[in-house]
């Protein structure tokens, strides 16, 4: 960002300027993108992704500009003061998500490779095809149906996303959830 832009920008931003604000969080998202992709696992990427993120950081520095009359001397104090915001931000999500991380078992390659191949003893072990979508049926959220039968018909994330309006990241949560939750319904049916 060109210095004197940046000097015009930060005293718009100070003054509580919202349009300023807007902005300025624009301009930074990849960057705050960066941060979060540098510590995220592969795991959490299936309970939230950079983008939640960094969106809940500038709804709160919105509502804080607003609020609270902060005020920053620079560009770089104001960059610092977003990159501690969205640490922060991960680190309560990840402190969120982290019991169920700590408990889900991963299945093992060589189990999908039989379910891939078609094995009919583990077919034959498993529900039947058309019980278990009734069972996702059941559990899937009441406005999201349409994320699950494009899933099925065998659309990637990034054409649910297109169609639904979704951000990707949601898709995959919505996806993640519906599986969370049939796991749990299978369980109760099933119990040890």
Known sequence: MNPSVADRLLARLNEGDPAAAAEVLQSFEPYLRMVVRRKISCELRAKFDST??????????????????WRFQNID?????????????FVDRWRQHRRAL?????LPSREIEKMAAGDSSQVGETLDADELWNQMLDVCPPGRYDVLYMKRQGASLDEIAAHTGLHKGS??????????????LRASQNPR
């Not at 898709?171 to 049939?182: A, C, D, E, S």
């Open 171 to 184: 898709v995959r949560r919505i996806l993640y959830q519906i599986g969370h939750l049939l796991a749990r």
């Open 102 to 106: 700590e408990r889900e078992l991963k």
């Open 77 to 89: 104090q104001l960059r610092a003061f977003l990159v501690t915001m969205t640490r922060n931000r």
């Open 52 to 69: 939640d993120i960094v969106q809940s950081v500038c709804a709160d520095v919105v509502e804080g500009l607003r609020r609270s009359n």
